[in-house]
């Protein structure tokens, strides 16, 4: 199986701020499209997750500009431009390139 | 829009098996990958499988085979049974949809049902 490290595990954040989140994959997740297959996901409180970003980069529908994707192969990064109250929850990267598809262990964003 | 609902018995006993249905409504099934996830309480997300428009089905390993994924197109339903629960069971499960040519992730997902397996 594909491992998924998420760093930090905890993220204070401040409304107006940057915040970034880190992803490491086992194994590339490079396709041989080009595309990383590597996904974001927002759970927020007592929420289903959402989806945020896919294939690495691209921002899912009706997500916000803040929120943007970067990386490939094993390393991926979401960034948050300016942190907003609405975006406290657990953040999760997910690969989708093999089965069995497997989460990292999530990054809780809290207001500092 | 597309939108799941999803049901199932909440409460449950070690050995007994699960069953679970998710309703696809507002949205074809075909093209999609449909697709069934858990979260055990306090706990990160595990995928548990997925069946394609067509009927092709995949499983987490971790499920050591107990796990049967289904769909009902005339009713735009696919459900999900795992036999032999043990308490590991116990967990938020979440129907989710994707598409199966796009990758473009998990989205949407139902509201989660809380299953609980006890002795």
């Known amino acids: 199986d594909i491992v998924m490290t998420q760093s930090p595990l905890s993220l204070p954040v401040t409304p107006g701020e940057p915040a970034s989140i880190s992803c490491r994959s086992s194994?590339?997740?490079?396709?041989?499209?080009?595309?990383?297959?590597l996904d974001w996901y927002l759970q927020k409180p007592g929420q289903s997750p959402q989806l945020l970003i896919y294939?690495?980069?691209k921002r899912a529908s009706g997500v916000p500009e803040r929120f943007s994707g970067s990386g490939s192969g094993t390393d991926f990064t979401l960034k948050i431009s300016r942190v907003e109250a609405e975006d406290v929850g657990i953040y999760y990267c997910?690969?989708?390139?093999?089965?069995?598809?497997?989460f990292g262990g999530g990054t809780k964003a809290e207001i500092k | 829009q597309v939108h799941l609902q999803q049901w199932g018995a909440g409460l449950l006993k070690t050995s007994e098996t699960l069953s679970l249905t998710c309703a696809v409504f507002g949205g074809s099934f075909s093209g999609y990958y449909w697709t069934w996830i858990r979260q055990p309480p306090g706990k990160g997300l595990e995928w548990i499988g997925e069946?394609?428009?067509?009927?092709?089905?995949k499983y987490n390993p971790s499920l050591k085979g107990r796990g049967t994924i289904s769909m009902d197109r005339s009713k735009n339903q696919f459900s999900l049974k795992v036999r032999s629960l043990t308490a590991a069971d116990t967990a938020v499960y979440y129907c989710?949809?994707?598409?199966?040519?796009?990758?473009?992730?998990?989205?949407?997902w139902g509201r989660g049902t809380l299953v609980a397996v006890s002795s």
């Open positions: 069946i394609s428009h067509n009927g092709i089905t």
């Open positions: 989710a949809r994707s598409n199966a040519v796009a990758a473009s992730g998990f989205d949407p």
């Open positions: 997910m690969q989708s390139l093999q089965p069995p598809l497997t």
């Open positions: 294939l690495s980069y």
């Open positions: 194994q590339s997740l490079l396709h041989s499209n080009g595309y990383s297959y």
